[in-house]
């Protein structure tokens, strides 16, 4: 997965409950985003990332915040999570200037 | 409105039956088109990235094609491990080339 790791890889949660999602590069990589994937819908940016310090919002932001605290690390957080919120998130990185590489997913149920 | 189609949405083909996939896009400046694979329970895997009209770029059995508002994946005699999601995505000019969007994929099943 392009040196792109996530975790957890499952979660269960209530409605309610607060989560954060974690994603990590072992590259130097500027851009990194947050998608997620539902059935027959494709992905979907939640936020995305161009540099450590900045984030900005993407097609799907409600319900969600993000952190990029230095270059390795964007967290995803969900602050009362809802049961719209079941879904595969995947974390990218860009390298070459326009070429993603994805995690491996972390597959979310919201009871 | 930037948007991304892909047909068909299933696709089952015995195995050496070639076939293609298709991506239709719309977007206000196109910098990039590219195809992923992906497996189920993983995530995206690039395969290709097409710049321009014209553009064709092979691997293995699958050939990526491109002209100006579509995107062809040709399958040359597919192989039952060829089975997979295969994704189109394009990235705009706008954004500071920041904008990515996908299709829904093409659900590939190859049969021995």
């Known amino acids: 997965n392009a040196g792109v790791t996530q975790t957890p890889k499952f979660q269960v949660l209530k409605t309610g409950q607060s989560m954060t999602l974690q994603c990590a590069q072992d590259m130097n990589h500027n851009s990194m985003y947050w998608y997620r994937q539902d059935p027959g819908m494709g992905l979907r940016l939640i936020y995305y990332s161009a540099s450590e310090g900045t984030t900005d919002k993407g097609e799907v932001p409600n319900g969600y915040n993000v952190s990029r605290l230095n270059k390795r690390e964007f967290s995803l957080r969900l602050e009362s999570a809802a049961p719209s919120q079941t879904s595969v998130y995947f974390c990218?990185?860009?390298?070459?200037?326009?070429?993603?590489?994805f995690g491996p997913g972390t597959r979310l149920t919201v009871l | 409105e930037d948007q991304v189609t892909q047909s068909p949405e299933a696709l089952r083909l015995q195995e050496g039956e070639s076939s293609s996939l298709n991506c239709s896009y719309t977007v206000s400046g196109l910098r990039g088109l590219f195809w992923y694979r992906q497996d189920p329970g993983k995530g995206p895997e690039f395969l290709f990235t097409?710049?321009?009209a014209g553009e064709e770029k092979e691997k293995e059995r699958l050939k990526a094609t491109l002209t100006k508002k579509e995107s062809f994946l040709h399958i040359t005699a597919p192989k039952p491990e060829d089975s997979a999601t295969y994704l189109c995505a394009v990235q705009a000019w706008d954004n500071y080339g920041q904008n990515f969007v996908f299709g829904p994929g093409t659900r590939l099943s190859v049969l021995p």
């Open positions: 097409l710049y321009s």
């Open positions: 990218a990185i860009v390298r070459g200037g326009d070429t993603q590489y």
